[in-house]
């Protein structure tokens, strides 16, 4: 990487060279186990100028058009959409009339959510499997990928958007300016962009190495998000922090105003530098805390083998498939991963083949230990499993730091 795709500095850091990794979310069919499987770099860096964590996106975009992570497979996430919707409609909407798009609206479960509180609502979506999801449950799709083209159809066949919200996808964008760019020309004047994304400080704080993947190309600072803004034309008014996928923040952009800096935004800017996320040491630290995680939890799992113990994962994950490839967790430890999301079943993780099963299997074939790869989800996973608990089941939990449950 050359510069920052958020505000475009050259002092760039690198300080997690992960090594040569599969798609996080390239799960494979039984046949496709004999083929070659191709991986790409995944070189972890950070800018200097604005704290943005990020990993070059040299994965050709072909790849990413059949997706397989859907929310809808987690109470966690339709909480988190019902409460984004009722914010919406209460705070931003305006007249009932009113646009809202989702820019990488996955299966429809926010704009479904917001149906029924009021506005016209649109997605868009690059994946066509689930664009499909979302057709099926009544909501409009572009399948694109949202870009100045694609902000400029929208605005000539919808008019201008009172409201884009952006979820879970901000920091898949490689090209950011094109993206921030798109929202700005599809945004009315006095409207509002929402846009969640994972927060550098819980990833650095919390030890969540695993959030970067070649499809989680950035994690983000505030004063990322305020750079990139600027240079296209938004900017940021207001911060909300969000405790869903582990630590994020809930960023509202508009038009610029002459209000000129806001103090709720600069506390948050002047706490992400006090946190040290401009400074080199804070970054090595880091990379020795996740070498650290990685050997005690390494020596929990050959402790749990030795003693006779059999251990299945919990929850395929993405972020699960870049510790156990980065880990080198396979099959040798892992006998399966449950999932609850339907479109995993039968598949095998890219780079360890460890299959992956319906939850079910807990009770037909219960194992003594429980890997939670989706520990972000650690609350609701263990709540789901009280039996396998009171069974004599253990979990272990990884991240931030290893742990018997
Ligand atoms: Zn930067």
Redesign the pocket.
């Known amino acids: 990487m050359n510069a920052?795709r958020?505000?475009t500095?050259e002092d760039l850091y690198l300080f997690l060279p992960l090594g040569d990794h599969p798609l996080a979310n390239g799960f494979l069919t039984a046949d496709q186990l004999g083929e070659p499987e191709p991986t790409f770099p995944l070189d972890v860096y950070s800018?200097l100028?604005?704290g943005?964590i990020q990993v070059d996106d040299n994965v050709p975009a072909g790849f990413f058009r059949n997706y397989v992570y859907v929310p809808s497979a987690s109470d966690a996430m339709k909480d988190h959409f019902g409460g984004l919707a009722r914010m919406v409609a209460r705070d931003l909407l305006g007249a009932p009339e009113a646009l809202v798009v989702d820019i990488g609206c996955n299966d429809g479960l926010f704009l479904t959510s917001l149906q029924q509180l009021g506005g016209r609502t649109l997605g868009v979506d690059p994946a066509s499997n689930i664009a499909a999801m979302a057709r099926a449950q009544g909501v409009e799709v572009v399948n694109e990928y949202f870009d100045r083209a694609v902000a400029a159809r929208i605005r000539a066949s919808h008019g201008p958007a009172s409201v884009i919200v952006t979820t879970n996808t901000f920091h898949h964008i490689g090209d950011l300016d094109e993206f921030t760019a798109g929202m700005a020309h599809l945004l009315a004047d006095d409207g509002v962009a929402v846009v969640e994304v994972p927060h550098a400080l819980a990833i650095v704080e919390e030890n969540q190495f695993d959030g970067v993947y070649h499809e989680h190309v950035s994690q983000f600072t505030v004063l990322?998000v305020v750079?990139l803004a600027r240079r296209l034309g938004l900017e940021v008014f207001r911060v909300d922090p969000l405790e869903v996928h582990g630590g994020s923040l809930r960023v509202f952009l508009r038009k610029p105003t002459a209000t000129g800096p806001l103090a709720q935004v600069e506390a948050w800017t002047s706490r992400e530098e006090r946190h040290g996320l401009l400074s080199r040491s804070t970054y090595d630290e880091f990379g020795e805390r996740v070498d650290s995680v990685k050997q005690r939890l390494l020596a929990l799992l050959s402790e749990s083998l030795a003693g006779g113990r059999r251990i299945a994962g919990y929850g395929s994950s993405a972020r699960g498939n870049t510790l156990l490839n980065y880990f080198e967790i396979g099959t040798d430890v892992l006998d399966y991963i449950v999932d609850r999301n339907p479109l995993k079943h039968g598949l095998y993780t890219p780079g360890r083949h460890i299959p992956v099963l319906p939850a079910e299997t807990l009770e037909s074939a219960p194992p003594d230990d429980l890997l939670v790869l989706a520990w972000n989800f650690a609350d609701e996973i263990l709540a789901q499993q009280a039996g396998y608990r009171a069974g004599g089941g253990r979990f272990i939990v990884p991240i931030p730091e290893p742990r018997v449950v």
Do not use: I, P, Y
């Open positions: 920052c958020a505000c500095s800018c100028g604005c943005l990322s750079k």
